[in-house]
Every structure is written in structure tokens, then in C-alpha cells.
């Protein structure tokens, strides 16, 4: 939920940098934001481990790769495109005359953000984080280098764990069905948000 929500935020802002802003190499920034797409979890763990093993989280006195933190990260990098493309594709739709109005009115680039911009996309940005979520839900390429405590593995890690053995096999396989329902559900639901918005999930 942490990482989804922390991709909801990212991908906001870089949406709003790559169609609104003006700063240069927006181009290189487009491309750095959907490289996560290409490069494998295990590759994108072992970095992790590489980079963060000797960084101590302050207030817990241990090292950011033997916590929950180091997952949120990675997940959050690893599905952040998801979130940039939904909501560039929410802010693409929206007629920048009404950013132009509000600023013309008095308020600043970033009142005007949150007060007129993002609200109108929140059908996109909805679908994005949940995608975000349900997809790191079933990640498991990267949690299973990641990981720093069996409890904390997410739904994909414990169908693995279940699975080494043959007693376990009967939890794994209803665990895998949930992830099924989870991810089924979800797309349908990412589907319905951004295709007609969040209204119309309640209309049938």
C-alpha cells in the first residue's frame, strides 16, 4: 500500500513535469521513469542489496536491506511506470485552459496542482496505484532476494514458501487462487476507474 501510494505521488508529479513543465531533458526523464520496465527484479534486487546494505535507518539501528522499508522501495521503483502512464494519459485529457483559468485568478502553479489538477485526475491516478499495488502484490522476482523476514513477504512470496514443500502445497495453491481473484478483480476495477471513472464502479 505504502510503495502504490508513494507511486501515486511520483507518478503525478513526473506526469505533470514531462506535459506541463518546462525544465530541459524531459525526454531523458520519460525514459528513466519506464526504465524499470526493462531491467529484471532480480537484477534491480541485487542492486539494491549492493547500494543499500551498509545505509542504517535512523531510530532503528539496523541496515535499510534487514527491513520492510528496503521492499517499499523496491516496489515502488519497480512499478512506478505504471503510475506515470496513467497519469500521464489522465493529464493528457485535461484542457490546460482550466489550469490557465485558476492561475489567472490568483493562485500559484502548486495551489493550482492540488486544488484543480490533480483532482481531475483521480480517475487516472486511482488506476495506476492499483495496478501498482496489485502487481507488487504478486511480485515475487525481486522479493525473494528483498525479503528480509519470511512474515513480511507479500501474497507471491508466501504461494513460494508454501510451495518447497509437499504439506504446504495445498495453502500454496489456494494462495495462488487468491492472487488470481486479486489481480482479476483488480484490473476490472483499474479498467472500470479509467474508463468511465470512479462514479460509474458503483453503476451496473
Known amino acids: 500500500v505504502l510503495a502504490a501510494a508513494l507511486d501515486v505521488v511520483l507518478g503525478a508529479a513526473i506526469a505533470w513535469l514531462l506535459l506541463r513543465g518546462s525544465v530541459r531533458g524531459r525526454g531523458w526523464l520519460d525514459v528513466i521513469a ?51 502512464r496513467s497519469a500521464y494519459a489522465a493529464l493528457q485529457q485535461l484542457p490546460l485552459a482550466l489550469e490557465e483559468a485558476a492561475q489567472n485568478l490568483g493562485a500559484n502553479r502548486l495551489r493550482t496542482f492540488a486544488r484543480v489538477t490533480a483532482p481531475l485526475m483521480a480517475r487516472g491516478l486511482l488506476a495506476g496505484g492499483l495496478i501498482a499495488f496489485i502487481t507488487s502484490a504478486v511480485e515475487l522476482s525481486s522479493t525473494i532476494l528483498l525479503v528480509p523476514r519470511i512474515e513480511l513477504g507479500p501474497l507471491s512470496y508466501g504461494i513460494y514458501v508454501y510451495m518447497q514443500s509437499a504439506v504446504g502445497r495445498g495453502p500454496g495453491a489456494a494462495l495462488g487462487v487468491v492472487a488470481i481473484v486479486l489481480v482479476g478483480c483488480g484490473t476490472w476495477v483499474a479498467h472500470r476507474l479509467a474508463a468511465r471513472g470512479a462514479g460509474s464502479l458503483f453503476r451496473f
Do not use: D, K, Q
Not at 541496515?63 to 528496503?70: D, E, G, H, M, V
Open 34 to 84: 519506464t526504465m524499470p520496465l526493462a531491467i529484471p527484479g532480480v537484477v534491480l534486487a541485487v542492486g539494491y542489496l549492493r547500494v543499500f546494505h551498509g545505509w542504517n535507518v535512523p531510530g532503528l539501528g539496523e541496515p535499510l536491506t534487514a527491513t520492510w522499508l528496503i521492499l517499499v522501495l523496491a516496489y515502488s521503483m519497480r512499478r512506478l511506470p505504471y503510475t506515470v
